[in-house]
């Protein structure tokens, strides 16, 4: 008999979710806090959604001496600390048969031998036929130990129509040479296909709504580009400190812990040209063409900014400084806050910078990006009644207060024609009981359902390093960055960075 | 804040909206939509409550129609809130007099402008929601064949033989978990369907969609048997490999059976109304596959295929199984079939005489 197709699936029929089919989640890293906080939580969000197939596994790998059972217990306190959905008995059902922990170091070959006899009775006992992800959260410098025995074990490739997968999280490399020796490292036993990186931010709702606001649009795209955009300002900004991050944060700093990833990706969703599709290649392509397209500036001087948190008070608390920090090196040359300009050479941006600024221990907790609009060419209005009128800026709220804020000139109610700027603000609904997954649910999910579209590929990863190199490089010749008081906007050289285009930076 | 108008009019009442929004100090409106509800004194708590919740993901206009008695005076009484908890609006109108009979000259100057209406009937609702004059107005009518308090067994059949676009019942939204995971069985299993059981309480419209769900999709016959509930307790698809099954019998934990594998526990909880109608307001358009499925129930009937269960099939769980085997060696027997097929003609004959 021949397999027919699945009459219960329609392409019409867009209740329907996709589950993921049956599979296992292997998770590396179990005592992080990662894991706790987010991936775990993620797992039974999605189970209590119902997006999880009946059989789900999830193993855990450390180096702990914890059965089954004591695995589920961690399981269970981080779901019901983090989870974002009620708690119900039944979800937790469904999801405590399959929990598996595998005790060992990520150099220990029975552990790992271990680990395949647990898969494959997984295989048999929950029907999850050979289909398995394995998440990396764990340092980098573990990786090749992971992914060298995950290939040792006969783990890394499955047979007939099954899949492995390999999750990794940021940081991928701290320069181009290392990224592209941590790649090489993976690629050797993964297929690119197979290998999934994540970048949270790419998972947020708010992000990809920045596609669906250009591209379902007509009356945004014709402004979007060189003759009406004056500059673009992507800011994302931290109130609180290094906090327990402090051996993985000093000597990374800001730059390549945020503006490598999520900066330059939120910039490329910003200035590609539109996708043929919203397939995954077509959207790489244009996010790599645009990315190749970036120029860093020539003088790094005039156009980047750093700066260190000095202590101070943020939000009305006495906060410490970074050097003062635990594990933190008194003399320590990382930068917590970094500014850079950046060129985008090609036909719709040539001479529209990009102002990309990110920092640890400032004003408010806030992601946004702006587009600031030119002024009008010729405004017929005396000098007077323009004097408060601004330009006209279009902010999309990546987090917190997800939305769109459109900024224009209105008149000044009352006799005068005096004009000033007012802002429109469109909200997106909060976060309703079931339904506004969390970011990491929906990149779990696309791993499972082997949907790469929000996942960036090693070449965006290298173009990125590409970028960002000769700025980090050229700082660390340079010794200590200036300082910031804490609660404050940043470091006075990123004003004058910017004041010297003329322009000033937004108060987000 | 809350405002409270009594012996008012729709223009006040628009009035009082603009003036709250203003006094809130966000002249801004991120509603996406108007959301009418057609309720009653008795039942406009629960259900303005659930479309508050609904509110928070689809920041809406909720409109509260509350028909009271109709002798009398026509007069309209309103409560206005805005910013309590909720990111919409939310207005009551209580009409009663001969007002009652006029409820559309009271929405229609609070109807958002240019952005959809959807008309949400919590309990009974017309026989025919799109000719209804609220329903009229509205892009999408909801209403709940399992909540309606008179002729529940045929409300749905009456309603489906008058369907219209952009009708949806929240008989079918309490459907798509089931769906869903049946969908996902077929994705591992993809053997050819040979039929169908949905088991239920007697009368279960949702049992009756799923069932004429499954006889369009799959084009067999679907048997419905009587269970003791709670809602559906279990949906099996027959095939010559064996039966991908799902089994319900608490309401919120189900076993998910596929040929060859262990059984496997699967949390499938009876939704919340609010829900629900999340759901619903998530698309607007059109819903093709629910209308497919209408138009066999408006063929056949609701209940046709419903046959009085023998004993040891009715009651639910441990006895599942079983009765599972008897309707697999049925659907193999032409003769099963043939019974099938007469059965909607007598059902037929039979509301006609009711009616």
Redesign the interface.
């Known amino acids: 008999m021949t397999v027919p197709e699945n009459p219960l699936r329609d392409p019409q029929d867009r209740r329907l979710p996709r589950i993921a089919g049956p599979c296992s989640l292997v998770l590396f890293g179990v005592t992080g806090d990662l894991s706790r906080t987010k991936l775990m939580p993620a797992v039974y969000d999605l189970a209590n959604r119902g997006l999880l197939p009946p059989g789900f596994a999830l193993v855990g790998f450390a180096r702990r001496d914890w059965a089954h059972q004591d695995f589920a217990k961690v399981v269970y306190d981080a779901v019901k600390a983090h989870s974002r959905t009620p708690f119900r008995e039944e979800t937790w059902r469904q999801l405590a048969e399959g929990f598996r922990f595998v005790p060992g170091e990520f150099s220990d070959d029975k552990a790992f031998a271990n680990l395949a006899r647990t898969v494959d009775e997984l295989d048999e006992a929950r029907g999850t036929a050979g289909n398995h992800a394995f998440y990396l959260s764990i340092p980098p410098k573990f990786f090749p130990d992971v992914v060298g025995q995950l290939k040792e074990h006969g783990l890394a490739t499955a047979e007939g129509g099954a899949w492995r997968r390999v999750v990794v999280e940021k940081p991928f490399g701290r320069d181009l040479a290392s990224a592209r020796q941590l790649n090489a490292v993976v690629s050797d036993v993964f297929p690119p296909h197979a290998v999934f990186r994540i970048d949270h931010y790419l998972g947020k709702e708010t992000v990809q709504n920045v596609l669906a606001f250009r591209f379902a649009n007509a009356m945004f795209e014709p402004v979007w580009n060189a003759n009406y955009v004056d500059h673009v300002q992507i800011t994302m900004a931290e109130d609180v400190g290094i906090g327990g991050r402090a051996g993985y944060y000093d000597g990374i700093g800001a730059a390549r812990d945020v503006i490598q990833n999520h900066l330059l990706q939120l910039m490329a969703l910003i200035a590609m040209e539109d996708p043929t599709s919203f397939d995954a290649r077509n959207l790489r392509q244009e996010k790599q063409k645009v990315l190749a397209a970036v120029r860093t500036p020539d003088r790094i001087d005039l156009h980047t900014a750093r700066g260190q948190y000095a202590a101070g008070w943020q939000g009305g608390k006495q906060v410490i400084g970074y050097c003062d920090e635990d594990d933190i090196p008194n003399r320590s040359s990382t930068e917590t806050y970094a500014a850079i300009r950046l060129d985008i050479e090609n036909r719709r941006w040539a001479g529209v910078p990009f102002y990309l600024r990110t920092g640890k221990r400032l004003g408010r907790r806030v992601t946004e990006v702006a587009v600031v609009f030119k002024r009008a060419p010729h405004l017929p209005f005396t000098e007077t009644a323009t004097e408060e009128l601004g330009q006209n800026a279009l902010v999309m709220r990546i987090q917190p207060d997800e939305g769109v804020t459109l900024r224009f000139g209105a008149k000044v109610p009352g006799t005068a024609m005096e004009l000033r700027d007012v802002n429109m603000d469109f909200a997106y609904g909060g976060a309703f009981v079931e339904s506004s997954p969390e970011a990491y649910e929906r990149l779990i999910l696309d791993v499972l359902l082997g949907d790469p579209p929000l996942f960036p590929q090693h070449e965006e990863v290298e173009l990125s390093w590409q970028i960002l190199d000769p700025i980090v490089s050229w700082w660390a010749e340079r010794g200590r960055p200036g300082q910031y008081p804490a609660g404050s906007w940043g470091p006075e050289s990123a004003d004058e960075m910017i004041a010297r285009d003329d322009r000033a930076w937004r108060r987000p | 804040m809350r405002i409270d108008l009594t012996e008012t009019s729709a223009n006040a009442v628009a009035a009082a909206l603009l003036q709250a929004r203003r006094k809130a100090g966000?002249p801004?409106m991120?509603m996406v939509l108007t959301l009418i509800v057609v309720t009653d004194e008795a039942g406009h708590r629960d259900a303005m409550r659930a479309a508050s919740?609904?509110s928070?993901?689809?920041?809406s206009r909720i409109l509260g129609a509350v028909r009271g008695d109709g002798r009398g005076r026509p007069r309209l009484d309103a409560e206005v809130s805005i910013g309590h908890g909720a990111?919409g609006e939310m207005v009551l109108l209580r009409m009663t007099g001969r007002l009652v009979k006029h409820p559309v000259s009271v929405v229609t100057p609070l109807l958002l402008p240019d952005s959809p209406v959807v008309v949400w009937w919590p309990t009974d609702a017309p026989a025919d929601p799109a000719a209804d004059p609220l329903g009229r107005l509205a892009r999408r009518r909801i209403t709940d064949a399992a909540a309606a308090t008179k002729s529940r067994t045929q409300v749905l059949a009456q309603r489906a033989r008058r369907h219209m676009p952009g009708d949806t019942d929240l008989a079918w939204?309490r459907l798509?978990?089931w769906?869903?995971?049946?969908?996902?069985g077929?994705?591992?299993h993809?053997?050819?369907?040979t039929g169908a059981t949905v088991e239920a309480t007697r009368g279960n419209p949702s049992a009756d969609l799923l069932a004429a769900w499954?006889r369009t999709?799959?084009?067999v016959d679907v048997d419905i048997k009587v269970s003791d509930g709670p809602g559906i307790t279990s949906v099996a698809l027959h095939s010559?490999h064996g039966d991908i099954a799902l089994t319900r019998p608490d309401g919120?934990?189900a076993m998910?059976t596929?040929p060859g594998?262990?059984d496997?526990?699967?949390?499938?909880?009876r939704r919340e109304v609010?829900?629900l109608l999340?759901?619903e307001l998530?698309?607007l358009d059109n819903?093709?596959?629910f209308e497919d499925a209408v138009q066999v129930l408006a063929r056949s009937g609701a209940g046709a295929s419903r046959k009085p269960a023998r004993r040891t099939e009715s009651t639910a769980g441990s006895t599942t199984v079983t009765a599972r085997k008897t309707s697999t060696k049925k659907r193999s027997g032409k003769a099963g079939s043939k019974l099938e097929k007469k059965a909607p003609k007598k059902t037929k004959k039979q509301q006609k005489a009711r009616a």
């Open positions: 966000s801004a991120g919740e609904v928070t993901e689809h920041p990111s939204t798509t978990p769906r869903a995971l049946l969908a996902a077929l994705d591992q993809p053997v050819r369907v499954l999709r799959c084009r010559a919120r934990l998910f596929i594998e262990a496997r526990p699967v949390a499938l909880p609010a829900e999340a759901e998530r698309r819903d093709d596959i």
